[in-house]
């Protein structure tokens, strides 16, 4: 960051050497002579000594000074509080156009399913175009897509397709906005304090977004709450749009939409062929595959124990709010080599918490076992930093599309497996066993990990890795 800097080097600090018997001032501090008979000339005046240069702010201050990530973090507060109230609007709305359960519970299923064919069939644009320009379109194009949704005359079939098309965008915007911080705050610890925010916000939107979406649809129909969306996109696009500079693409643009979608399988392939880089985003994509089963099966479970309706949304905010206050903690307290170094343990103990539901814990001990598996997932401050050292600049969109595209695959895959897993065992088993497996596949990744840090690959690999990891920093 830059500071402000001390006086210039050149300013005279040094007394003039005597010339008379009266020794005269410097030059700068000498006053203009009387009006009156004679030289006279005024006191010298003592140098007034410089003010000390204002502290630079540190940790999360320091990320809030950079003008352009206050723009991105405003966009990102706006556009995620708008499709929170939208998938509950829209989950309302399809259930009273059709009285279906299935149909409004594959309402919600719809925001993660596209993500992957989005992630990895369109995340060469995050690389082909400048970033600023695919942000604002993304925003636009989902903004139309709502707006579309408010058509009384849209079937439902036709909402469902809009939620796909929106949960398809969606991978695009986040891996180039997460591509474009390296831009806007460096490849250091503004990036990584910067993506904690952004984290933070959207551990918070869900807790808020849902509780601001039901006093919404008290007050207005479903569509009346939709249209909240339209307008917190809109803003969104504006605030990139005029908030953040505009930057050259990543990578040269090609010639049709074919070399889009080759670029985007070719990146793909770069990815998940690089050993490192492959095993970094698993560590970020397992963990988070087996944690999700106690949300998912929050309702039977509160039945299970014979909890108060009230208790289903203790269950469901728990791991938030230990995520929340772990990250603030981790980001703020702990400096760059340390979070770097609770990396691989954290991630390891994560799933342990877990383990309580094997004597099916009444609701204060389920509540704490979830509040500290959320805190578990603070060692991502610290992965953050290592996935942008290892993937080459001109990858950094695609690779971080995909990362995003995989991350809400893999949770809604964890949801289904466990809400599956219920169907034939009591559902405190299938937690319990989440944990349990989750933590076995977690250590034998950690190993993987370890082994591809610089310095422990063989000779070729480390030169491979070289050639393709090495950026300017």
């Not at 064919?117 to 139309?144: E, M, N, W």
């Not at 908030?243 to 050259?248: C, F, I, K, N, V």
């Not at 090609?254 to 392939?269: I, V, Y």
């Not at 466990?418 to 034939?424: D, N, S």
Request: net charge positive.
């Amino acid at each position: 960051m830059p500071t402000e800097s001390p006086a210039p080097a050149d300013t005279p600090r040094t007394p003039p050497a005597p010339a008379a018997p009266v020794p005269a001032p410097p030059p700068e501090r000498a006053a203009r002579p009387d009006p009156g008979p004679g030289p006279t000339l005024r006191e010298p005046v003592a140098p007034v000594p410089d003010a000390p240069a204002p502290a630079a702010p540190r940790g999360y201050r320091a990320v809030f000074a950079v003008t352009e990530f206050r723009a991105v973090f405003a966009a990102h507060l706006l556009s995620l509080l708008g499709v929170v109230v939208s998938e509950l609007a829209l989950t309302v709305l399809v259930y009273d156009l059709t009285g279906s359960p299935l149909l409004s519970a594959l309402t919600f299923a719809l925001g993660l399913l596209p993500y992957m064919i989005g992630g990895t069939l369109f995340a060469g644009v995050a690389d082909r175009y400048p970033a600023r320009r695919v942000l604002v379109v993304c925003d636009l194009l989902c903004a139309a897509c709502v707006a579309v949704m408010l058509v009384p005359a849209t079937p439902v079939a036709g909402l469902l397709a809009l939620r796909c098309l929106v949960a398809a965008i969606a991978p695009v915007f986040t891996g180039t906005r997460m591509a474009a911080l390296t831009d806007i705050l460096g490849e250091g610890d503004l990036y990584v304090l910067g993506r904690s925010l952004l984290r933070i916000v959207s551990q918070s939107a869900m807790l808020i977004g849902f509780g601001a979406g039901g006093v919404l649809l008290t007050v207005l129909s479903p569509r009346g709450a939709i249209t909240v969306t339209v307008v917190t996109f809109l803003c969104s696009a504006a605030l990139l749009r005029f908030g953040t500079r505009d930057r050259p693409a990543r990578a040269g643009t090609g010639d049709g939409g074919g070399t889009l979608l080759k670029e985007s399988l070719s990146g793909a392939r770069l990815v998940l062929g690089d050993r490192r880089i492959r095993a970094l985003m698993l560590l970020f994509w397992l963990p988070a595959m087996f944690v999700v089963a106690p949300e998912a099966l929050a309702a039977p479970y509160a039945d299970a124990i014979g909890a108060p309706p009230a208790a289903l949304g203790l269950l469901l905010c728990a791991m938030a709010v230990g995520h929340i206050g772990a990250e603030l903690f981790v980001g703020s307290a702990l400096s760059p080599r340390n979070r770097s170094r609770i990396v691989l343990p954290v991630a390891a103990a994560g799933l342990l918490p877990l383990l309580v539901y094997v004597v099916r814990p009444g609701l204060p001990l389920a509540l704490a076992a979830l509040a500290l598996a959320g805190a578990g997932a603070a060692y991502v401050i610290g992965l953050d930093q290592w996935f942008v050292d290892a993937v080459p600049q001109e990858l950094r969109g695609r690779a971080m599309t995909l990362l995003t595209a995989g991350l809400m695959t893999v949770q809604g895959l964890g949801m289904a497996l466990a809400g599956l897993a219920a169907e034939f065992f009591p559902v405190h088993q299938v937690v319990a066993g989440s944990g349990i497996i989750g933590t076995v596949l977690t250590l034998l990744l950690v190993a993987e990990v370890r082994g591809t840090a610089p310095g422990r690959m063989s000779d070729t690999e480390g030169r491979d890795g070289a050639d393709r990891h090495v950026t300017s920093r």
